[in-house]
């Protein structure tokens, strides 16, 4: 996949070639594709057509190793697709993307309960230091106001990691400056889709060195055995992901997160039972 050389520089943010994955064409088993921030039709904000069942499938056909569904404030948590996704060869790590004083970030392989109840940084301090869990940043200088800007240099310790997302083009590349903070940092870089639209599964994602399974996943994030693989988006696609997620925002479609409970949930399809 293409990366611009100026962008490349930045991508493994360790500088440590020894802790780097072997590239596609290493030994099979060797190196898993991940995505770490990716939503679904269970979401309680967002308004999704592809439900969890048909991002596994997709993501199977494309040779993911392990996924993490981060819907927002709500953490997916369903034996039935885990073993779903198992038997197609995809490790499910629990995850969500957590609005934390305003702020979004993703909570990976921590206890549902647990990473739904948090609502302060000093409440994810007390998480971390109990769990093998990741924290990653995501899209951490892109305009929004739940970015997490300044507060990525105040709770600078807490964050394990730092995403290089999908959005971005060769002229507009806000990833660039948070792979210079997670360089000046000593945080890995992740490469996540932030999957609204399937046509962003795949394009920029990472190459992570672990044996498949969650907790491996997590050690070899934090000690930096990650590559990230990404192309720009071309224009075209840009344009109609993101006229897709305006159209469907919640503050066009009268949706709104309840209590942290999930608004609208489909049934598991036909194809998982007895499975």
């Not at 004083?101 to 990473?115: D, Q, S, T, Y």
């Not at 940043?137 to 290089?164: I, K, M, S, Y």
């Not at 994602?205 to 994030?221: F, K, R, Y």
């Not at 709104?256 to 999930?262: C, E, F, M, Q, Y």
């Amino acid at each position: 996949m293409w990366v611009d050389s100026r962008e490349r520089g930045l991508l493994n943010s360790r500088g440590d070639r020894d802790n780097r994955p072997e590239s596609a064409g290493g030994k099979a088993g060797d190196v898993l594709k991940v995505d770490f921030h990716l939503h679904t039709a269970e979401d309680p904000v967002d308004l999704i057509h592809h439900d969890a069942w048909t991002l596994v499938d997709r993501a199977a056909e494309a040779g993911f190793g392990a996924l993490a569904i981060t819907l927002h404030d709500h953490q997916l948590d369903d034996r039935t697709l885990t073993g779903y996704a198992r038997e197609r060869g995809i490790v499910l790590l629990p995850g969500l993307e957590r609005t934390i004083e305003g702020k979004h970030v993703l909570l990976i392989n921590f206890p549902r309960a647990a990473a739904e109840a948090v609502v302060t940084f000093r409440d994810l301090a007390w998480l971390k230091s109990r769990r093998n869990g990741l924290v990653i940043a995501p899209h951490p200088f892109f305009p929004g106001g739940t970015c997490l800007r300044g507060h990525l240099d105040a709770h600078a310790d807490l964050f394990d990691a730092v995403e290089w997302t999908y959005f971005w083009t060769r002229q507009f590349n806000f990833n660039a400056r948070a792979a210079r903070w997670a360089r000046a940092h000593g945080k890995a870089i992740v490469g996540n889709s932030d999957t609204h639209d399937l046509r962003q599964l795949g394009r920029t994602h990472s190459l992570v060195a672990a044996e498949p399974h969650a907790d491996a996943i997590c050690d070899a994030v934090r000690a930096g055995r990650v590559e990230v693989i990404s192309d720009p988006v071309p224009a075209v696609e840009l344009a109609r992901v993101l006229g897709g997620m305006t159209l469907r925002h919640p503050a066009l479609n009268g949706r709104r997160l309840a209590a942290g409970r999930v608004v609208r949930r489909r049934p598991v399809p036909a194809r998982a039972v007895g499975e």
